[in-house]
């Protein structure tokens, strides 16, 4: 930890539970998992700011498990395959059919599932006075990842993007809209017209 802080020239303690990274071409922070972010309420307030939670993902635990599940299947693939492959004694090119099989389906669909839904908002703080948003998405490790912007940031979508109802920056997110309460949020936030608003 005091290497940590004469690398970034700062003094006092530093915070275990958040570490913050600056991007230098956007306005957009992220910060490791908190420790109260799966026990936090809709409704209650970020111990690491102003910020109230406004929305959770209902389907958070099922992709989490998945993610967890999968991944545990490409540790397995990665080093059980090379094994089998050294030990069996099978013929050369059963050893190539069973590398080209096994090898994509035990590693690369853990890839794709995170593509497909590495958008997936699990948590949603907002803070109304500095109109700022943080919202709570899965890493590759099923960790949780907090990406903070500014309410102006957020973008329509403009073209098709696998589970995404908002963007920012580029990047896809996707919310189920009905368990955002704020309606004025929710307007801003999927760019609705009001008569869009149910």
């Not at 099989?101 to 890839?111: H, K, W």
């Amino acid at each position: 930890m005091a290497s940590f802080s004469r690398v970034f020239g700062c003094t006092g303690s530093v915070q275990s539970s958040a570490l913050v990274a600056f991007s230098s071409c956007c306005h957009v922070r992220r910060i490791s998992s908190f420790s109260s972010l799966l026990s936090a309420k809709v409704g209650g307030r970020n111990d690491s700011g102003n910020f109230d939670l406004v929305y959770r993902g209902p389907l958070t635990g099922a992709v989490r498990t998945v993610k967890i599940f999968s991944l545990s299947t490409c540790v397995a693939t990665a080093v059980g395959l090379p094994v089998l492959l050294i030990f069996s004694k099978i013929s050369l090119i059963g050893k190539l059919s069973l590398a080209c099989v096994m090898g994509p389906v035990g590693i690369g669909t853990t890839f794709l599932l995170h593509l497909f839904v590495r958008g997936y908002v699990t948590s949603m703080w907002y803070n109304q006075t500095e109109d700022r948003l943080r919202a709570s998405t899965l890493s590759l490790l099923a960790s949780s990842v907090i990406s903070e912007f500014m309410l102006h940031d957020v973008d329509a979508v403009q073209e098709v993007k696998v589970l995404a109802s908002f963007t920012v920056k580029g990047k896809g997110y996707f919310i189920h809209p009905e368990l955002i309460h704020d309606k004025n949020l929710l307007q801003r936030l999927l760019h609705l017209q009001p008569t869009e608003m149910k």
